[in-house]
């Protein structure tokens, strides 16, 4: 008697909590596993009518995972689009700020040594055209004239020559400056690249929920055949596959999940190390 008494408002509950789980239209969803208005109002009817309170209790208990893992499915799909849209921008940036690194700096140094180079190329000419003249004049006997010209090639010398270590200073700058932008822009990139192997993984990932998916459509037409022919077993049965079905793609989208936030970890330390000069 007394155990006939604790039943009934255990059985309100249930039904109420299944009323609720049946009462969201399935077009809200957007999870793997989907039932159709018919079909979950048939199934409502269905649990409700069940004669045995341990079957009804169990179908109960299996619809509200399959609603839970509905729900979590829902909001893991949300979040992995938000993290895969911010993802592919912040990567699209970060690729276009490392190929910058260095590079006003870098044009500047270039720059300066192609102005040196122009500035100092009539000091140069005249250094040239000063030697070719003493070659000429030696050549010709011309001792006066060869050594007034070598005396004016003389006094071109020292300035020659300070301005070709000018120009070869600042080639060197210029050489160090590539060569460290490089070795930076190297590093970010290696960096950047340990991404790769995550998103291998999410494709992987990706291939096995899809493959999970197509096991949905069977059970879906059972359930339907069960839930029409009354068998409470038949639904029973179904209704736990579909639970380890969604819980199998709900695992694995929490992967897809972790590969992606790593993906957003390595790419915000990467643009910490980025030079801001």
């Not at 299944?18 to 199934?43: D, W």
């Not at 990139?189 to 929920?209: F, G, N």
Request: proline share 3%.
């Amino acid at each position: 008697m007394l155990h006939s008494m604790m039943r009934k408002p255990i059985s309100a509950v249930l039904l109420a909590l299944l009323a609720l789980l049946l009462s969201m239209p399935a077009s809200v969803s957007a999870s793997s596993v989907k039932l159709t208005e018919s079909a979950q109002s048939k199934l409502s009817k269905q649990i409700s009518e069940a004669g045995s309170y341990a079957m009804k209790q169990n179908l109960t208990a299996q619809l509200l995972s399959l609603t839970t893992l509905q729900q979590k499915e829902d909001s893991l799909d949300t979040a992995i689009a938000s993290l895969h849209y911010y993802n592919g921008n912040a990567m699209t940036a970060i690729r276009a700020r490392i190929s910058q690194i260095d590079a006003a700096k870098i044009s500047k140094l270039t720059q300066d040594v192609a102005q040196t180079k122009e500035r100092y190329k009539p000091l140069f000419a005249m250094y040239t055209s000063l030697n070719t003249q003493i070659k000429d004049a030696k050549f010709l006997r011309l001792k006066q004239l060869a050594a007034l010209l070598q005396i004016q090639a003389d006094l071109l010398k020292p300035s020659t020559q300070l301005a070709r270590t000018e120009i070869r200073i600042k080639e060197e700058l210029l050489k160090s400056a590539k060569a460290s932008t490089a070795a930076t822009i190297k590093h970010l990139r290696a960096k950047l690249a340990e991404t790769d192997p995550l998103r291998s993984q999410i494709t992987s990932v990706q291939a096995v929920i899809a493959g999970t998916k197509k096991n949905i459509s069977p059970v879906v037409k059972t359930l339907n055949e069960t839930i029409k022919a009354n068998s409470h077993e038949g639904t029973l049965q179904s209704l736990t596959t579909l639970v380890s079905i969604s819980r199998t793609i709900v695992e694995q989208k929490q992967r897809v999940s972790v590969f992606e936030t790593r993906i957003s970890e390595i790419i915000r330390a990467t643009n910490a190390e980025i030079p801001t000069k």
